[in-house]
C-alpha cells in the first residue's frame, strides 16, 4: 500500500513563493511517476508536473513552466514542487499522486494515478 502525504501549502503574496513536500510510503518509491495535480473552486483537478521515476525525465503545464519545479529524492522518498512567481491563477487544493504504470502522456491523465494524498492548500493573495 502507498501513502502520500503532502505539506507546505498556505498563503502568500503574489510573486512570492512556496515549496510544497510529497511524503511517500512503499517500497518501490523509485520505480513510481510522481505527478502533481490541483484543483481550484469549480473546476476540475488538472495536471501541473510530473516526475519519472526511473530517469527522472520531468513534464510541465505551459501554466507552470519556467516559474514551478519538480524534483524527488528516492533515498528520502520525498517529492518536492518549488512554486516561484505565484499568480492569482495558482490557488488552488495541491495533490500529489503516485502511479507505477504510467506511460506515454499518461502523465497527464489523472484517472492515470492510483494513488493520492489528501490536498494542501495553496492561497495566493493580490
Known amino acids: 500500500q502507498v501513502q502520500l502525504v503532502e505539506s507546505g501549502g498556505g498563503l502568500v503574496q503574489a510573486g512570492g513563493s512556496l515549496r510544497l513536500s510529497c511524503a511517500v510510503s512503499g517500497r518501490t518509491f523509485s520505480r513510481y511517476t510522481m505527478g502533481w495535480f490541483r484543483q481550484a473552486p469549480g473546476k476540475e483537478r488538472e495536471f501541473v508536473v510530473a516526475?519519472?521515476?526511473?530517469?527522472?525525465?520531468?513534464f510541465y503545464a505551459d501554466s507552470v513552466k519556467v516559474r514551478f519545479t519538480i524534483s524527488r529524492d528516492n533515498t528520502e522518498k520525498i517529492v518536492l514542487l518549488q512554486m516561484n512567481g505565484l499568480k492569482p491563477e495558482d490557488p488552488a487544493v495541491y495533490y500529489c499522486?503516485?502511479?507505477?504504470?504510467?506511460?506515454?502522456?499518461?502523465?497527464?491523465?489523472?484517472?492515470?494515478?492510483?494513488?493520492w494524498g489528501q490536498g494542501t492548500q495553496v492561497t495566493v493573495s493580490s
Open positions: 499522486a503516485a502511479d507505477r504504470n504510467v506511460y506515454g502522456l499518461g502523465y497527464l491523465d489523472r484517472n492515470e494515478y492510483a494513488y
Open positions: 516526475i519519472g521515476g526511473s530517469e527522472g525525465n520531468t
